[in-house]
């Protein structure tokens, strides 16, 4: 089947401009995650979507990030004012919660964001 | 809220050599543990995970990881490595149900090992 699907792959920005990133996670999956992988930082968690609950957002590094999830289904990464720091790959994933924690995190392959 | 330590940012060892990746982790509450594997542009994929119950995990590939509560870690090995095993690991914690809160199945990851495998 389908799996979780970011788009675009790549985006090149200048300084300044706000950009938008995607993510269409796997049909069913109640959570829904943002990462940001910089090199020599490993994954850095940003926000997370689970159910109708409120989101976790205690890892959004500024005001100019925000996220959202509409329908509990696609959900939108937007950073306003772009700055050099953000340039990282950006990670969505997601996943079917229950008690017993059977499903594991689906990963898609990220958008590669660069600054410039 | 969960940490999670790995000692080496960088593995190089020879292909049939065994490994182990180390991942030490923190947490006030009872834990799953997690590795994920990234090979060279592709996404992550989980290699195993551990909930409860026998400590010692096994997972694809021939990787296997034992918890270890007392010290908490969470290793990760392999008796004889091969090329196509290159690759960055990701060790990764979650507070375990009914333990975590609002924030069950939130993933933390640690900084990632690069393994290298040389012929």
């Known amino acids: 089947g389908a799996g979780v699907s970011q788009s675009p792959s790549n985006k090149v920005t200048e300084k300044g401009k706000d950009v938008e990133l995607r993510c269409d996670p796997i049909?069913?999956?109640?959570?829904l995650y943002w990462y940001r992988q910089s090199l020599g930082q490993g994954l850095e968690f940003l926000i997370y979507f689970q159910g109708n609950s409120a989101p976790d957002k205690s890892g959004l590094p500024s005001d100019r990030f925000s996220a959202e999830r509409t329908g509990g289904s696609v959900s939108t990464l937007t950073i306003q004012r772009t700055q050099q720091e953000d340039s990282a790959v950006y990670l969505c994933?997601?996943?079917?919660?229950?008690?017993?924690?059977?499903?594991?995190?689906?990963f898609g392959n990220g958008t590669r964001l660069t600054v410039t | 809220a969960q940490s999670v330590t790995q000692l080496d940012s960088q593995v190089p060892v020879f292909e049939e050599a065994p490994v182990e990746l180390r991942c030490n982790y923190s947490s006030s509450v009872s834990v799953y543990l997690f590795w994920y594997v990234q090979y060279p542009n592709q996404g992550l994929q989980l290699l195993l995970k551990y909930l409860s119950g026998s400590t010692l995990v096994k997972g694809i590939n021939g990787f296997e990881a034992e918890f270890n509560k007392s010290q908490t870690s969470f290793h990760l090995r392999k008796p004889s490595v091969h090329i196509s095993d290159t690759a960055e690991y990701f060790c990764a914690v979650s507070a375990s149900w009914g333990a975590g809160g609002t924030s069950y199945g939130k993933l933390t990851f640690g900084q990632g090992t690069i393994l290298t495998v040389h012929p």
């Open positions: 049909s069913g999956h109640t959570a």
């Open positions: 994933a997601s996943s079917s919660l229950g008690s017993s924690y059977n499903s594991p995190l689906h």
